[in-house]
Nanobody, 125 residues
Framework: QVQLVESGGGLVQAGGSLRLSCAAS????????MGWFRQAPGKEREFVAA????????YYADSVKGRFTISRDNPKNTLYLQMNSLKPEDTAVYYC??????????????????WGQGTQVTVSS
């Protein structure tokens, strides 16, 4: 079992920055990959970014590429999402997720078994 807790969300103006954190506990060695997804009200959950925990490869949705950076702090068992040049369309609840096995497709939400409670990100115009 892996427990995930997100933090760092908030209200920011367009063009600003936020850094989200995801603290992992439990059987963290079973997390082959971790990722960030987001969901706006009335919309489907969408992939944002992912990281292969052991290898360190990163993956990004086209909509955030060049603006967001996913990273990790191994001693702290923490995953980060640095979000720069934020846009109003980035407004959503952001969720951290963990997969106990290498995902066949890192952008598919059903490849991830464990999820955090989410943290709200609101970007004003």
């Amino acid at each position: 079992q892996v427990q995930l807790v997100e933090s760092g969300g908030g209200l920011v103006q367009a063009g600003g920055s936020l850094r989200l954190s995801c603290a992992a506990s439990g059987r963290t060695l079973s997390s082959a990959a971790m990722g960030w997804f987001r969901q706006a009200p009335g919309k489907e959950r969408e992939f944002v970014a992912a990281l292969s925990w052991i290898v360190g490869n990163t993956y990004y949705a086209d909509s955030v590429k060049g603006r967001f950076t996913i990273s990790r702090d191994n001693p702290k068992n923490t995953l980060y999402l640095q979000m720069n040049s934020l846009k109003p369309e980035d407004t959503a609840v952001y969720y951290c997720a963990s997969s106990p096995r290498p995902p066949r497709y890192v952008g598919a939400h059903d490849e991830y078994d464990y999820w955090g409670q989410g943290t709200q990100v609101t970007v004003s115009s």
